[in-house]
């Protein structure tokens, strides 16, 4: 079993639908959580970062830790078709980071 | 501020030949990585590099070797490239914020696809 699991998707909506996006974990001493988001032929840039169970909320997006079940998600409100990209989750202890497979997202207007 | 740069942005090699990705960051950061990224398999670190003169494995290390030049420098060697290398290479590089440095972001380069033959 992987550590990090993701759907690898693609996860297609549109315009304006919310989507939701999740990955489960197994190690138990991971201790923070991001989310990157990677457009084609880029490099990924950070989205979010959470170190606690619970929710946090930045614009339209808002991430969500639940250490008891090792479950963690990002909620996209209103999506554009800008946000059309792959998404990764992301979890570290001590200095590396451990990543999903990412999620295709694809937002049609 | 560059960021993260990186070079070559894309090569082909053949087999058994080797050659050096190039990787490098201004903005004083102490850690640097090296992930390759294939489909169905998401982004899997191949070496770090927590501090200048310092390297350690990843999670994929063989048939690469890494140097940390000086902290801003951080090259990925491959010496005798393999078919199973085809891959996009990204070099990354970490800051620490926050009060208590609880805040950890990786600044990611724009990566260099590499076709081996």
């Known amino acids: 079993q992987k550590e990090v699991e993701q759907d690898p998707g693609p996860l297609s909506v549109p315009e304006g639908a919310i989507v939701s996006l999740n990955c489960t974990y197994s190690n138990s001493a991971f201790q923070y959580f991001m989310w990157y988001r990677q457009y084609s032929r880029k490099g990924p840039e950070l989205l979010m970062y959470t170190y606690s169970s619970g929710n946090k909320e930045d614009g339209r997006f808002t991430a969500q830790v639940d250490k008891s079940s090792k479950y963690i998600s990002l909620f996209i409100r209103d999506s554009q078709p800008s946000d059309s990209a792959t998404y990764l989750c992301a979890m570290s202890v001590f200095s590396t980071l451990t990543f999903g497979k990412g999620t295709m997202l694809l937002v049609s207007p | 501020n560059a960021g993260v740069t990186q070079t070559p942005k894309f090569q082909v090699l053949k087999t058994g030949q080797s050659m050096t990705l190039q990787c490098a960051q201004d903005m004083n950061h102490n850690s640097m990585y090296w992930y390759r990224q294939d489909p169905g398999m998401g982004l899997r670190l191949i070496y770090y590099?927590?501090?200048?003169?310092?390297?350690d494995k990843g999670e994929v290390p063989n048939g690469y070797n890494v140097s940390r030049l000086n902290k801003r420098e951080f090259s990925l060697r491959l010496e005798s490239a393999a078919p199973s290398q085809t891959s996009v290479y990204f070099c990354?590089?970490?800051?620490?914020?926050?009060?208590?440095?609880?805040?950890?972001?990786?600044?990611f380069g724009p990566g260099t696809r590499l076709l081996v033959l």
């Open positions: 590099s927590a501090s200048e003169g310092t390297t």
């Open positions: 990354a590089s970490r800051a620490v914020t926050g009060g208590d440095g609880s805040q950890e972001t990786q600044y």
